[in-house]
């Protein structure tokens, strides 16, 4: 275990390390896999992998100001996730969200990109640089307020596949490649995508049927829907002796 303010480390095929640090740089300069678990708020200053993965895993808020993929190749992917601070042995509750904010997040193009939250995550700013990757997973397990956002970033990828798992929105700016949305859940919000490309709704569920659950889905290309569902539930009326079944819904599509 490294215990310091700010961790630093460069190596030609693999760095693996459990720390309680607040900064790190790590770098590879040959082949080989990064990874790390931290315990406390951590701000990966500057993390790349010249040609293999890039996994950490930390207890407390993480700031991704530049992590970075280099190689061209499948193995390229980076996977961080966070752990929130909780009470109880039993029953646990959570204190606080470990939010994950991104400045610069960037696989090179057959990598994929896995984001494991427990809260939201975030770009740092409007500005800040589109997420790169070939397919993108996010999980957020986010404490906020109705109307706030769970999930919201500036993606350039090719595949999308976003979940949250309470009251939360998700919100996208995609760049111009051409999108796939599969296997997209929103537990109870807003859903909402703004592309420069194509957009292929594969499959997009808004769990929750509550009044205000939309989905906007804004393309500058051709816009293909497959599955899309904003909330259900069964309305059923009596005719005489028999009873008719229908599936509605309170959010809108547009």
Do not use: M, P, Y
Not at 93 to 98: K, L, Q, Y
Not at 145 to 172: D, K, M, P, Y
Not at 178 to 186: G, P, S
Not at 204 to 220: K, P
Request: proline share 0%; net charge negative; hydrophobic share 45%.
């Amino acid at each position: 275990l490294i215990k310091a303010n700010t961790l630093t480390a460069n190596a030609d095929n693999g760095i693996n390390l459990k720390s309680e640090v607040r900064t790190t740089s790590l770098a590879l300069s040959g082949s080989g896999d990064i990874t790390l678990a931290n315990t406390g708020v951590l701000n990966l200053l500057s993390i790349s992998a010249n040609e293999g993965a890039v996994s950490i895993v930390n207890k407390g808020a993480l700031t991704a100001t530049s992590v970075r993929a280099l190689g061209a190749s499948d193995r390229n992917d980076i996977s961080l996730s966070t752990i929130a601070s909780t009470t109880g042995t039993t029953t646990l509750t959570r204190v606080d969200d470990a939010n994950l904010t991104i400045h610069t997040l960037s696989s090179a193009d057959r990598g994929d990109i896995t984001l494991n939250v427990q809260g939201t995550v975030k770009r740092a700013t409007s500005t800040s640089e589109a997420i790169v990757a070939d397919k993108l997973t996010v999980l957020a397990d986010a404490v906020v307020a109705a109307g706030s956002n769970a999930i919201e970033l500036n993606t350039q990828v090719r595949v999308l596949q976003l979940e949250t798992r309470r009251v939360g929105q998700i919100w996208v700016n995609q760049g111009n490649r051409d999108l796939i949305v599969a296997a997209t859940k929103v537990a109870n919000g807003d859903f909402t995508l703004d592309a420069a490309g194509q957009v292929d709704l594969a499959s997009l569920e808004i769990s929750s049927n509550a009044v205000g659950n939309d989905i906007i889905v804004t393309a500058v290309k051709d816009l293909l829907v497959q599955r899309v569902v904003a909330g259900s539930i069964d309305l059923t009326a009596i005719d005489g002796s028999t009873t008719v079944t229908q599936v509605g819904s309170s959010g809108l599509v547009t």
